[in-house]
């Protein structure tokens, strides 16, 4: 890989980022129909897609990339469908990719034609290992490359009416010469004539994620210092996860300056995938910043993206996971069981719902109601568990609030239990064990 990073060409900003982290949530885009489509083995036919739409506009996505029109038919047809179709609600706009080829533009136009809104989303690689290799052009070649093909853009733009707006992508900007990123983006925007009332929105895309999430902020925070018509750009953000850091790389580009941020539900994308919005938007509620989409019912959303994706959603996944709010341990179980008395006993204190007090339970980020999640399967019980997990059962299924002693002796019954099966243990059977060893003797 050649470029920044690699030649040491990244310079830091001034990193005041660091002590402003956002306070507010970013303008989001769902590349989910196109990043996230590109990369699935049975890509998404009609239905899947129009599920996967409907359910980015019941969420809250304003901005939503539908596909790659000039890639395929079924991808052209697509786009038509929701353009002759009405399925468009006024407040959203589509947008539609193309790589820089006039033939191309040409295609992607004739998808939208007769779109009361959509973006056209130009997009090419920049960094030297690209030009060099896959396309074998001088920097000053790939420059006249982005200058026809914005040109062309625009004066289709003109001829089709209608309200076209358009994005920018420099494909590999995480590793390109952040000299020539800058000079690429402002020759864009210049030629587009990017202004408040008609922002360009440039998206800067760690195509490969390389380097670590700070390294990223410093190059977003360098285009967001330097760009001429800053005011009338939307700066974007678009991280993939190679390293595993698109999160911390969105949240670190956000208060690096950048506006919005492109990724996917769960993070489907090519190869580890794009930033998981889910995520991210979660990341912000828990801190009491409202991420202005609708995240009430997780399980769900997930439902429909993993029928739409035809891919699981991990066990461990930030917050959408079976597992992510259950304690097996009895460290752990106890814990939760007594921050959760304790929200309890503060509401009935305050004669207020426990929903209304600041969430504050040990090992839990945040509510997991406020997500569609209940606290049924917070506490598991096997092997690590103890007592306080065990009672949390037996109070929360069956409203049985155990002393002290039968705690301990009910623990010892379960213990000997699942030193025999080695099993989980439902809690169905510590309802039953509890009532044969304590009820059921006549
Ligand atoms: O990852 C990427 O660079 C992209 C662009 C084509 C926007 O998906
Ligand atoms: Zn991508």
Redesign the pocket.
């Known amino acids: 890989y050649g470029g920044a990073g690699a030649r040491g060409l990244v310079e830091p900003g001034t990193r005041a980022w660091l002590d402003r982290p956002p306070g507010r949530a970013p303008l989001w885009s769902s ?1 989910d129909l ?2 996230g489509n590109q990369a699935l083995a049975n890509p998404m036919d009609l239905r899947r897609k129009r599920e996967m739409f409907d359910l980015l506009v019941r969420l809250g996505f304003k901005d939503i990339e539908v596909g790659y029109p000039s890639a395929s038919e079924a991808e052209f047809a697509f786009v038509r469908h929701l353009v002759t179709g009405g399925h468009i609600p006024d407040d959203v706009t589509i947008t539609v ?1 193309t790589s820089a080829r006039q033939e191309l533009i040409d295609r992607t136009f004739e998808a939208v034609r007769g779109a009361d809104r959509a973006m056209v ?1 130009l ?1 090419h ?1 920049t960094a030297c290992l690209w030009r060099e290799v896959v396309f074998r052009m001088t920097p000053s070649e790939v420059m006249a490359l982005a200058r026809q093909s914005a040109q062309h853009m625009v004066r289709l733009a003109d001829r089709a009416g209608g309200d076209i707006r358009f994005e920018y ?1 420099p ?3 995480n590793v390109t010469e952040p000299e020539f990123a800058l000079e690429i983006a402002n020759t864009v925007a210049e030629i587009v004539e990017a202004s408040p009332e008609r922002p360009l929105t440039l ?1 800067l ?4 994620e390389m380097h670590a999430p700070h390294v990223f902020a410093d190059q977003v925070e360098r285009m967001h210092r330097n760009l001429e018509r800053r005011d009338g750009i939307i700066l974007s953000v ?1 991280p ?1 996860n190679d390293r595993g850091t698109a999160v911390a790389a969105a949240e670190y580009a956000l208060a690096a300056g950048a506006d919005r941020v ?1 990724g996917t539900l769960f993070g489907n ?2 190869r580890t995938g ?1 930033v998981c919005l889910v995520t991210l938007a979660l990341n912000l509620l828990s801190r009491g910043i409202d991420p202005q989409l609708d995240l009430s019912d997780i399980p769900a959303i997930r439902r429909t993206v993993e029928e739409c994706n035809e891919m699981p959603v991990p066990d461990r996944h930030p917050y959408a996971g079976d597992l992510v709010f259950t304690a097996f341990s009895g460290t752990h179980q106890d814990a939760i069981a007594k921050g959760l008395r304790h929200l309890e006993d503060r509401a009935a204190a305050a004669g207020v719902p426990a929903a209304q007090l600041p969430w504050d339970v040990p090992y839990l980020p945040i509510d997991p109601r406020d997500i569609g999640r209940s606290y049924e399967a917070i506490i598991r019980v096997n092997s690590q568990s103890g007592k306080g997990g065990i009672a949390h059962v037996l109070r929360s299924r069956w409203g049985l609030d155990l002393p002290q002693e039968l705690r301990v002796e009910l623990a010892g019954v379960i213990q000997r239990l699942t030193d025999v099966t080695a099993a989980e243990v439902e809690p169905g059977l510590i309802w039953d064990t509890f009532r044969a060893e304590y009820c059921d003797m006549g």
């Open positions: 590349v196109r990043d990719f989303h997009c690689a992508s494909e590999t900007f998206n895309p760690s195509t490969v678009h993939h492109e994308g090519e794009n």
